[in-house]
């Protein structure tokens, strides 16, 4: 297969418990993703979509590599990532970027030295020409200005944007966000999804987005992948998953109380 | 009822065993990170003032009060016996060989390691652990390398400081004592205090401070995602640095100054 077709992230068979958790407690292992599989190509916007606890973040996290399946292979960028030590999987990390659902800043730094932090410790670029990114990715984000405050200073909001920031300042080929306009006024939400497709239009830079807000999801994304008890009922292009008539999705989309989705 | 002893009795051991084996491998990649020259120095200099710098003060202030006790002590003692003029040497002992080493390890692990275990708790509950993975950045690289060398250094160093404080505490005590004239506290030193009873104590606080550090990173790193879980990480971390200073103090003693 040409390299240019090769998905850039290739999900096979993926079961994942929740072992840590369930062990020091003394319960069952809760099942999260029961044999999940899926593509994601390069320079698209794949979304990810759920009910909440569905195990929307649990992927993302496998895909960096933060936790390991209980099962199943994960291809990323190439490169099987199940079993790294951490000093490979730091190689293949190099090359992505993450957004947390409530955007994980470093407390004790300012805005700035967060966004910074991964050029400082990666890249040779002198201290001017960082400080210049730095405030390029803030103003991306309608966060200009604000470098010098603390994390604890900034509403949930601007968190999110300034970890969003952060994430793009290396310029990685593949960003991962969790929830990226939950807690944003619909302007600034507007805002991040522009960023978003802008992203893949003008660099290639894939895209892979959970979220439950359905309507936010079709709008800039390629394909969608819905998840239910830790697996994929559908997988399409949001035309196709609005005219489809899989109960799971219609139900979803619909927001219907009732319908094989329990609620 | 046997059985249910000889379950609980297990699990506990078991629990021991995964310990040991979680934070003796936490020790390898320290020595991993530190030999493959992954030392931020910038981060280890903000930790040698937070670790050395501030614990200072109530180090000095726990070992001049100790130092006094114990000179009060023993020149009441050597009066009776009439060996007054062998007090500062009773004292200096004392305090170099385990009062020093052993009381430092324990304001430290207070002070130190239970901050070092809520502060990794807190970051690892709101995700910054993960995110600082993310970032292609070994949390242990970038936290627990310069906690475990400003511990590795700068409790020595408290210690040796201490014994001083001690020492002169000591003497404080002593000059109050009719039996005892001012000189002749200071006099019982040379020929009877040798230069390895001082230099083994201090050796004895860098593996107090290894063990502090490492206890405490490992708390800090391991606790689950709830807030109530980064108290009892702290905690165990006091518990813990504790229980396995005693252990190690032993272990060393007997090493360190053979009969």
């Given at each position: 297969m040409a390299e240019s077709n090769r998905p850039i992230i290739r999900a096979c068979d993926l079961v994942y418990r929740a072992e840590e958790t369930a062990m020091a407690d003394g319960r069952e292992f809760q099942v999260i993703l029961d044999g999940m599989s899926f593509e994601v190509h390069r320079g698209e916007v794949f979304g990810i979509m759920g009910m909440s606890g569905a195990g929307k973040t649990s992927v993302l996290r496998l895909l960096m590599g933060l936790v390991q399946p209980t099962s199943g292979d994960i291809e990323v960028l190439g490169r099987?990532?199940?079993?790294?030590?951490e000093y490979e999987l730091n190689r293949i990390r190099e090359q992505m970027g993450m957004c947390f659902q409530y955007a994980a800043?470093?407390?004790?730094?300012t805005v700035a030295d967060n966004v910074a932090f991964a050029l400082r410790r990666r890249s040779h670029l002198s201290r001017q020409e960082i400080e210049r990114k730095v405030e390029e990715h803030l103003e991306r984000v309608g966060?200009?200005?604000?470098?010098?405050?603390?994390?604890?200073?900034?509403?949930g909001g601007m968190k999110k944007r300034v970890g969003i920031a952060r994430a793009l300042i290396t310029e990685p080929q593949v960003i991962l966000y969790d929830?990226?306009?939950?807690?944003?006024d619909p302007i600034m939400a507007s805002v991040i999804d522009n960023l978003i497709v802008g992203l893949r239009d003008e660099f290639g830079m894939t895209s892979v987005v959970v979220t439950h807000e359905v309507e936010e999801l079709f709008g800039i994304s390629d394909r969608v992948m819905m998840i239910y008890q830790g697996k994929v009922v559908a997988c399409d292009t949001p035309e196709a998953l609005r005219g489809t008539d899989n109960p799971y999705v219609q139900q979803f989309v619909r927001g219907q109380a009732h319908g094989p989705i329990a609620v | 009822m046997l059985i249910g002893l000889v379950t609980a009795l297990g699990r506990q051991f078991i629990s021991f065993l995964s310990y040991f084996g979680k934070t003796t491998q936490l020790h390898l990649s320290i020595w991993r990170g530190l030999l493959t020259g992954r030392l931020g120095y910038r981060v280890t200099v903000q930790q040698l003032a937070e670790i050395g710098v501030n614990s200072l003060a109530i180090a000095v202030v726990t070992l001049l009060l100790s130092g006094m006790v114990i000179g009060y002590h023993m020149s009441v003692q050597a009066g009776k016996l009439g060996v007054s003029e062998l007090v500062g040497w009773f004292v200096s002992e004392t305090m170099c060989r385990e009062l020093g080493p052993v009381l430092v390890a324990f304001v430290v692990a207070a002070r130190v390691g239970s901050a070092m275990a809520a502060e990794l708790g807190s970051m690892r509950v709101t995700e910054q652990i993960d995110a600082l993975r993310a970032m292609a950045t070994d949390p242990v690289d970038y936290l627990v390398l310069p906690r475990y060398v400003a511990c590795l250094v700068m409790v020595p160093l408290l210690v040796f400081i201490g014994d001083i404080v001690g020492v002169t505490g000591g003497y404080v005590m002593a000059v109050l004592?009719?039996?005892?004239?001012?000189?002749?506290y200071f006099d019982s030193?040379?020929?009877?205090?040798?230069?390895w009873t001082v230099v083994a104590g201090v050796i004895k606080a860098a593996f107090f401070g290894m063990i502090i550090a490492l206890v405490g990173c490992h708390q800090g790193l391991t606790c689950r995602r709830a807030s109530e879980d980064v108290g009892r990480a702290t905690t165990r971390s006091v518990v813990y640095s504790i229980m396995l200073v005693y252990a190690a103090n032993l272990v060393l003693t007997t090493i360190l100054y053979p009969k």
């Open positions: 099987s990532i199940i079993g790294l030590p800043l470093l407390d004790s730094m966060m200009s200005g604000t470098g010098n405050q603390m994390p604890a200073e900034l509403s929830e990226p306009s939950a807690g944003l | 004592s009719p039996s005892i004239n001012q000189t002749v030193l040379p020929g009877n205090l040798e230069v």
